[in-house]
């Protein structure tokens, strides 16, 4: 039960990011990093990012009735990866680069967060 809560809260903060960044790449990086697009291939780049979110979030929906088999650990594998390396990335933009919005540091949180969960979910072997 533990590890279908974590897909299903993760399913929606992910699609909700991606298509936000498909949509408005430009305001998320705005009050994700407090800086601006100005490139077009920046913009291409946001949205390519949008994109696998929303992927991300459609893999955690899908694998979250799942059951016990080996597609459950896997979801949550990448997942804790994928929070962990944007837990490093996030903070590393926003006390070195100094890539500071709104949504940074609570994005850090969030990210750290989920990073636990998916830990506790491995470790515990519980499976949606």
Do not use: Q
């Amino acid at each position: 039960m533990v590890a279908k809560n974590l897909l299903i809260v993760t399913a929606f903060v992910e699609t909700a990011t991606g298509v936000m960044l498909l949509v408005s790449p430009t305001r998320v990086v705005a009050l994700l990093l407090g800086a601006s697009l100005d490139a077009p291939a920046a913009l291409v780049v946001a949205r390519m990012t949008g994109a696998a979110l929303l992927s991300l979030g459609c893999a955690c929906w899908l694998a979250r009735n799942a059951g016990p088999n080996r597609a459950v650990p896997g979801v949550v594998a990448a997942m804790l990866l994928y929070n962990s390396v944007a837990v490093a990335v996030l903070a590393t933009a926003g006390a070195g680069a100094r890539l500071v919005g709104v949504l940074t540091w609570p994005t850090v949180a969030l990210h750290a967060a989920l990073a636990v969960w998916c830990l506790a979910c491995l470790r515990s072997g519980r499976r949606a």
